[in-house]
């Protein structure tokens, strides 16, 4: 009985021509940006890796120089990307990919891509994960609201309990050929992206990777069936199939449209960043007034100074057996990253706390919780920017602190010029960074995922009550 309701329920999905027509088009839309997403991820691969080289390229050949103008004249590092990044770009069109390491401050993300967007980011679907989540809600809204509403419009839901057909049997069964249709449709979807992923760079789509994507296509099936479940609930409490599309419409445009643009707003407004020069500014107080009765820069220098020249009997810098310089910058460096380090928790405290005002938004609908663990399991949010991006400022500490260590070795007393050859730059160790593994990814996307199952249960549990209430009367 259960699979003879079901195939009913296929046989009238595939004779509707209007559901073909919105999946084709739907496919047509998501399969035109996944393609080119994966062309743009093949060139920017090849850019990346040109980009790098010619980077590490400048740094060995700088020439002959003195060691704290090569620390000041830097290097670039740009933060790696998994296959998946082809349909889940992520926070990339806002953060960027390239970090510029130099003495004395912390490194930020520049170089956006978004100047050179294109036309899908004009309409707001930025990656396929986007069109997916969101056109993928749509379809299945289009298809289920009048699952139950519109038997009830023509009587046919009457004529069948009347006949003792029992109404959670039948209604199990009208679920059970939506999901048997959606998956059929969603099954060659997700082969399709996988083997273009496999496709985009096969050595980088590695075991760990491939349980990525295995979350993320589990992820997305709980996001689905809460919204195919929610969708036969509204059909199945609503008095008429007009009236089951309105509420659905409007849950789809609250919870998919408006949500994240309420997100943002809330975000801003709630937890405000401040500004670049603001921030600076605050370090550069900091710094030079120290905290929390922390004497500043100039205190801590006059108390070098004293503690060095009692510590090698002598009663001038200038005659200090080693670099002053050497040292005295080696505590500048370590006075900025204590100041740095304090600055950037309260950065991050306050990136949390927007993370936190954008996930509130999952009240109108699982779109937005959906799209944070997509963006997470793909290694493109902030999580991981922040994974590379203190990497990437350990490195640029350890490459500082050598410079610094030259000038104690090679100078002595106050001395400040000397000049190094270009051998001892390329004997700086290139940057090595491993993506955090899956098991780590899914910890931090826990939350997201968490709401959306949340919906899948409000959606199941609503479902569920309303097929108790039918009755031929």
């Avoid at 740009?78 to 998946?84: A, D, I, N, Q, R």
């Avoid at 963006?375 to 999580?383: F, T």
């Avoid at 500082?400 to 090679?410: D, G, H, I």
Wanted: a positive charge.
């Amino acid at each position: 009985m259960l699979w003879t309701i079901a195939k009913h329920e296929l046989r009238k999905l595939r004779r509707d021509g209007r559901l073909r027509a919105t999946a084709w088009l739907g496919l047509a839309l998501f399969g035109g940006l996944v393609l080119l997403s994966w062309q743009t991820y093949r060139r920017e691969l090849q850019e990346r890796a040109r980009f790098e080289a010619t980077a590490r390229e400048q740094w060995d050949h700088q020439g002959a120089k003195h060691p704290h103008r090569a620390a000041h004249f830097g290097f670039y590092l740009t933060k790696p990307e998994l296959p998946l990044a082809l349909f889940d770009s992520g926070l990339k069109p806002a953060a960027g990919q390239v970090l510029w390491l130099e003495a004395h401050q912390r490194s930020a993300f520049t170089h956006s891509p978004v100047e050179d967007a294109g036309a899908a980011a004009i309409l707001g679907l930025t990656n396929g994960a986007e069109v997916l989540q969101l056109l993928g809600a749509l379809l299945i809204v289009l298809t289920a609201y009048g699952s139950i509403a519109r038997e009830r419009d023509d009587g046919t839901l009457r004529l069948l309990l009347a006949q003792g057909v029992s109404p959670l049997r039948w209604f199990a069964g009208k679920c059970l050929g939506l999901a048997v249709a959606l998956t059929a449709l969603a099954a060659p979807v997700a082969l399709g992206l996988l083997a273009l992923c496999v496709a985009a760079q096969p050595g980088g789509f590695t075991a760990d990777v491939a349980w990525r994507a295995l979350a993320l296509g589990a992820g997305h099936a709980l996001y689905f069936s809460a919204w195919l479940a929610g969708a036969v609930a509204v059909s199945a409490w609503s008095r008429s199939a007009r009236g089951a599309l309105a509420a659905l419409l409007a849950l789809w445009i609250a919870g998919g449209v408006l949500a994240p643009r309420l997100a943002s707003s809330l975000a801003s407004s709630l937890a405000p960043v401040p500004t670049l020069a603001e921030f600076r500014s605050a370090q550069g107080k900091d710094f030079n007034q120290g905290f929390d009765g922390e004497p500043g820069w100039d205190d801590r220098l006059v108390a070098l100074e004293r503690s060095t020249l009692a510590k090698y009997g002598v009663k001038k810098i200038a005659d200090v057996p080693l670099g002053f310089s050497g040292l005295r910058l080696q505590m500048m460096d370590a006075w900025s990253e204590r100041i740095g380090d304090r600055h950037q928790q309260r950065l991050e405290g306050i990136y949390t706390a927007q993370t936190r005002w954008h996930l509130a938004t999952a009240a109108l609908g699982p779109f937005v919780a959906m799209r944070a663990f997509s963006q997470g399991l793909a290694g493109m949010d902030w999580p991981h920017y922040r994974h590379f991006a203190e990497a990437a400022e350990q490195y640029r500490r350890a490459v500082v602190a050598s410079m610094n260590q030259l000038l104690e070795r090679k100078l002595v007393g106050d001395k400040w010029e000397v000049s190094v050859s270009h051998e001892v730059w390329s004997r700086v160790p290139p940057f090595a960074y491993a993506m955090p593994h899956a098991a780590w990814a899914l910890r931090e996307a826990a939350l997201p995922l968490a709401l959306v199952a949340a919906w899948l249960v409000l959606a199941l549990t609503l479902a569920w009550a309303g097929a108790r209430r039918l009755s031929p009367l």
